[in-house]
Structures are given as structure tokens and as C-alpha cells.
T-cell receptor
Framework: AQKVTQAQTEISVVEKEDVTLDCVYE???????LFWYKQPPSGELVFLIR??????QNEISGRYSWNFQKSTSSFNFTITASQVVDSAVYFC?????????????????FGQGTTLQVKP | DSGVTQTPKHLITATGQRVTLRCSPR?????VYWYQQSLDQGLQFLIQ???????AKGNILERFSAQQFPDLHSELNLSSLELGDSALYFC????????????????FGPGTRLTVL
């Protein structure tokens, strides 16, 4: 069965510190996709990144970076020089992609989330 | 703003009642997904529709049903409501135009917070 584990329930840092959010996944699929979403206090889910299983290159977007390691089934997320606005719940998710007729079905399997609090 | 809209934003009702949650996907997206977020279960997939047809089902209760209309908006119907149905219900949409076997990004709406008293 597919599973996503975010072992860190809550993390608290002081502004400008770097912080890494861990994500470990389990799947028997050879092709899969991994995602990170951010849920700020307002409640919406904001898409951050999508990565497929064949692309192990690390990605950087501003202060955000992602480290995908297939060997350890991990897809960790680092925020550099954290800011108060980064305070949110962050979810890692794995897609279960199946083909149905001529379309894809791709339900997301979410981890339990990591609550990040950045203090000024 | 993801482009996905959900109404209402908040809904307060009583046990035993029935409610309908509405979702409009991003322009051009053919797939709609419904998820439930509760404190004890986390974010759980409920059901997916693609161009009007059901495509995948998760742990959706028999008291819940959904449909996608010709204009691609979707409704999630929850009936015989129980206290445990109180949750944040998200709708997401994706283009579903990628190569078969791929997964498009799902963009989420703001959610409907359901409170059952």
C-alpha cells in the first residue's frame, strides 16, 4: 500500500533560520509523483511543487528547495532564511496514478502534515 | 488564487440533515476531486470525476454522493449527517491532459468548513 510519513508533527524556528521538513514515502509503483502543499492559517491548500519519480534533480525556487532521493524514498523540503509568513502546515503527498479508459486517475495520498511556526 | 471556487465557505447544520457542497473547477480542467480534512483522519481522498463520469473512489461513505455536471461543476451531497462528519471539505481540479500514466497537478479550492451540531 502507498503511504506518506511526515514524522515531524511540529517545528518551531526563529526567523532567518533554515528549516527542513522531512517526507518519506512507500510505493510499489515504478512511476509516481510527489507533491508538497502549504496550508496557511487561512485554510486553503497551496500547491508548491510536483516531481516525478524519474527526475531526481534537486529543485530550488527562491528560498525553497527540495531534495528527492529515491534510494531512501525521501522528498525533503528546505526553507532557507525562514520568515514569519512561512508559518503554516506543510503536506507532502504521493500520487496513485491509474489509467481508466482514456484518462488518468490520480488520487493524492497525504502525509499527516508538519506544522511550522516561525517566530519573529 | 487557484481558480477553483467552492461554496459555501462555511456551513452549520444539525445531525440528520442533508447538505450540498458546490465546486467549480479551473477553466479547462476536466477532473474534479473531493477530499475531506478532519483532525483524526487528516486529508482523505473521497472521489474523482472526469468529464462527468466517476473515475475513482476512496473511503467515501454510502451517505455521501457526488456528481459532475455537463458544465463541469461538481456537487458533493452529504446526508444523514453525524457529528463526525464535521470537517473541511476540499475540491481540487486538474487538467488531466497529460500522457496516460502521468499525474497532473491538482489545484485546490478554499474549502467548505462543515460543522454538524
Amino acid at each position: 500500500a502507498q503511504k506518506v510519513t511526515q514524522a515531524q508533527t511540529e517545528i518551531s524556528v526563529v526567523e532567518k533560520e533554515d528549516v527542513t521538513l522531512d517526507c518519506v514515502y512507500e510505493t510499489r509503483d515504478t512511476t509516481y509523483y510527489l507533491f508538497w502543499y502549504k496550508q496557511p492559517p487561512s485554510g486553503e491548500l497551496v500547491f508548491l511543487i510536483r516531481r516525478n519519480s524519474f527526475d531526481e534533480q534537486n529543485e530550488i525556487s527562491g528560498r525553497y528547495s527540495w531534495n528527492f532521493q529515491k534510494s531512501t524514498s525521501s522528498f525533503n523540503f528546505t526553507i532557507t532564511a525562514s520568515q514569519v509568513v512561512d508559518s503554516a502546515v506543510y503536506f507532502c503527498a504521493l500520487s496513485e496514478t491509474r489509467i481508466h479508459g482514456s484518462s488518468n486517475t490520480g488520487k493524492l495520498i497525504f502525509g499527516q502534515g508538519t506544522t511550522l511556526q516561525v517566530k519573529p | 488564487d487557484s481558480g477553483v471556487t467552492q461554496t459555501p465557505k462555511h456551513l452549520i447544520t444539525a445531525t440528520g440533515q442533508r447538505v450540498t457542497l458546490r465546486c467549480s473547477p479551473r477553466s479547462g480542467d476536466l477532473s474534479v476531486y473531493w477530499y475531506q480534512q478532519s483532525l483524526d483522519q487528516g486529508l482523505q481522498f473521497l472521489i474523482q470525476y472526469y468529464n462527468g463520469e466517476e473515475r475513482a473512489k476512496g473511503n467515501i461513505l454510502e451517505r455521501f454522493s457526488a456528481q459532475q455536471f455537463p458544465d463541469l461543476h461538481s456537487e458533493l451531497n452529504l446526508s444523514s449527517l453525524e457529528l463526525g462528519d464535521s470537517a473541511l471539505y476540499f475540491c481540487a481540479s486538474s487538467a488531466s491532459t497529460s500522457l496516460l500514466g502521468s499525474t497532473d497537478t491538482q489545484y485546490f479550492g478554499p474549502g467548505t468548513r462543515l460543522t454538524v451540531l
